[in-house]
């Protein structure tokens, strides 16, 4: 009897655990050989399959190729006006291309519609030569950025994605890059671009080439807005799709599925279930100024302290309710402090148990005072109290 009053004990225990933590355990099978559904807004894991799973990406491949260059944009190392010169490695690229010409420039601009919309690996060479010099080169910032963003399964040995037994990732490392990606907002810009025609060609003999976006889903599932597909004869058929609904964004990413239309559907699958199961709670975004921090021997006497990265928290419908904020921080810091230094952190909480943990940073440089400016300030406290 105290046996099975024990048993059944322990069986409520783990139930209450079970439906108490949101585990977000896999209910749907999908047709690939590695798939995961992701939360971009907390980078939640809402279902894996095969996460880890190390297969051949093809020109999902240009995510990362397209982060490079929209961080390099964003640095200054180049800019959208770039004009780049064709090289006759680039332009001798096979696959998928916009069929440019040795020595014909392209601005950077147009080079990352032609990887986006048209999955051009002649483009994705090019901009990787203006990037990095050579192509080899930026192989080594590719992986190097990986490496950086948890990417464990994964080597690069070209930024197009053309078949290399060398060349791998997994589905759960395609969505970490991914969502780096769309934190570059520009990028839809071009990611959502059904059909564009672009000239190519030198002076006096341009063709037009009509860039056409592989990816189906823009015109057959609301909200899509990217992001890549690939397929080659070793990689089947892959893709990342991304869409918003409301408040929330997922990332859907299957690899190796047996055909295009299989590729799609199921993705509808992945994103069907994400956007009627859960909710994404904005609470902060990095340019909300979160509190004013007291500075002790600075230029200036306060620093303002943000958040290091949108805070967003992803619940069960209905659950969305009862959220607890804890502001960690010190009373006060010492200068200097640099821009984007983290001086706490913001910690949001639901029923006790933790679901987001936020660096908070300083929004900008301020450098220790002189000996001149201390006094002074010493004097004036002083003469302020008395008064």
């Not at 990362?64 to 180049?78: D, F, P, Q, R, V």
């Not at 950025?145 to 990732?169: C, I, Q, S, W």
């Not at 009509?210 to 990217?226: A, E, F, S, W």
């Not at 921090?293 to 967003?312: A, H, M, Q, S």
Request: aromatic share 6%.
């Amino acid at each position: 009897m105290r046996t099975k009053i024990f048993s059944t004990l322990i069986l409520l225990i783990i139930l209450l655990i079970a439906f108490s933590y949101p585990a977000y355990a896999n209910e749907i099978t999908i047709n690939a050989q590695g798939a995961v559904l992701m939360d971009a807004g907390s980078g939640t894991f809402l279902m894996e399959q095969d996460a880890h799973k190390k297969l051949f990406p093809a020109s999902v491949t240009k995510i990362m190729t397209a982060l490079i260059a929209m961080e390099s944009l964003e640095n200054g190392k180049i800019s959208l006006d770039d004009q780049v010169v064709i090289s006759r490695n680039a332009a001798g690229m096979g696959g998928s291309q916009i069929y440019m010409e040795p020595e014909e420039t392209k601005t950077v601009e147009q080079l990352l519609k032609a990887i986006v919309v048209a999955s051009g690996n002649d483009a994705s060479v090019a901009l990787a030569e203006h990037v990095a010099g050579t192509e080899e080169a930026f192989v080594g910032i590719m992986n190097q950025r990986a490496k950086e963003l948890g990417m464990n399964d994964t080597n690069f040995v070209n930024p197009h994605g053309l078949h290399d037994e060398n060349h791998y990732t997994s589905a759960y490392d395609v969505a970490l890059m991914s969502r780096e990606l769309i934190k570059h907002s520009k990028i839809f810009d071009w990611t959502t671009i059904w059909m564009e025609d672009i000239l190519v060609g030198k002076e006096g003999r341009f063709t037009t080439f009509t860039m056409v976006n592989t990816n189906k889903l823009l015109r057959r599932y609301q909200g899509v807005d990217g992001l890549k597909t690939g397929s080659t004869d070793a990689a089947k058929y892959c893709l990342s799709a991304t869409a918003v609904r409301g408040n929330m964004r997922l990332i859907a990413v299957l690899m190796g599925s047996p055909t295009s239309e299989i590729r799609f559907r199921e993705a509808e699958k992945l994103l069907n279930t994400g956007f009627s199961k859960y909710n994404s709670v904005p609470l902060a975004t990095k340019d909300d100024i979160i509190e004013k921090l007291e500075l002790n021997k600075g230029k200036e006497r306060w620093v303002n302290v943000k958040p290091k990265d949108d805070i967003k928290v992803l619940v069960l419908k209905g659950q969305e309710e009862n959220l607890q904020k804890e502001i960690v921080l010190p009373s006060a810091v010492t200068a200097p402090v640099k821009q984007g230094d983290k001086l706490g952190e913001l910690i949001v909480r639901k029923d006790g148990e933790v679901l987001s943990n936020t660096d908070l940073v300083a929004e900008k440089t301020v450098e220790k005072a002189g000996l001149f400016l201390i006094l002074k300030r010493i004097v004036v406290d002083w003469i302020t109290s008395v008064k």
